[in-house]
């Protein structure tokens, strides 16, 4: 297994351009989320998934948008870019326990720059 | 609404001694309480969670932690520190509510230094 995959792993942007951050999970996880982590704030999410077709916003979600057509992917789109979004992004997926989250298996990460 | 403290920054731990890393928690009801670890560079590896039952739960790689409810603490403890453990470490809480996705709060992450 593959495990969580993510692309790309480097990105530089500039203000205003759009762009897709790819997510993949090959376990049949339906939990799917999106974190992004900055220094001296750990982890925060941005958006997450409970099965295929829907979504709901997690602490910091403006600027972010996600879809989820299939249980393996969950992509993460950003509309306009700012430089308040250069970050480390992590995509995330875990199957349920008891109806709160099990464990959840990490992506390598995607560093962002938007300049 | 549920958040998590890791008061230290950084612990620092001479090789072969044991370690501390901190953890306090505060959340609506009961909790569910995870540890993960950050190795540089990559992402996010699980450790240990607790859901109920025994106060001290085991982990991965030598690692335990102590569930404290009076405390809302969760310490993650390792009786023999290794300077392969040297990473970032996070405490994670969600609470345990009944049907639906929970969310997860984790806390700023503390930076482990074994020293050799």
């Known amino acids: 297994n593959a495990g969580v995959t993510q692309t790309p792993k480097f990105q530089v942007l500039k203000t205003g351009q759009s762009m897709t951050l790819q997510c993949a999970q090959d376990?049949?996880?339906?939990?799917m989320s999106w974190y992004r982590q900055d220094p001296g704030m750990g982890l925060r999410l941005i958006h997450y998934s409970v099965g295929a077709g829907i979504t709901d916003q997690g602490e910091v979600p403006n600027g972010y948008n996600v879809s989820r057509s299939t249980t393996e992917d969950f992509p993460l789109r950003l509309l306009s870019a700012a430089p308040s979004q250069t970050s480390v992004y992590f995509c995330?997926?875990?199957?349920?326990?008891?109806?709160?989250?099990?464990?959840?298996?990490f992506g390598p990460g995607t560093r962002l720059t938007v300049l | 609404a549920q958040s998590v403290a890791q008061p230290e920054d950084q612990v620092n731990v001479a090789e072969g001694n044991p370690l501390t890393v901190k953890c306090t928690y505060s959340v609506s009801g009961n909790p569910y309480l995870f540890w993960y670890v950050q190795y540089p560079n990559r992402g996010l590896q699980f450790l240990l969670k607790y859901i109920t039952g025994d106060n001290l739960v085991k982990g991965s790689y030598g690692f335990e932690a102590e569930f404290n409810k009076s405390q809302t603490s969760f310490h993650l403890k390792k009786p023999s520190a290794l300077v392969s453990d040297s990473a970032l470490y996070f405490c994670?809480?969600?609470?345990?509510?009944?049907?639906?996705?929970?969310?997860?709060?984790f806390g700023i992450g503390t930076k482990l230094q074994v020293i050799p």
């Open positions: 994670a809480v969600s609470p345990r509510n009944s049907g639906g996705y929970q969310k997860v709060t």
């Open positions: 995330a997926s875990s199957y349920g326990l008891a109806g709160g989250p099990g464990e959840q298996f």
């Open positions: 376990m049949n996880h339906e939990y």
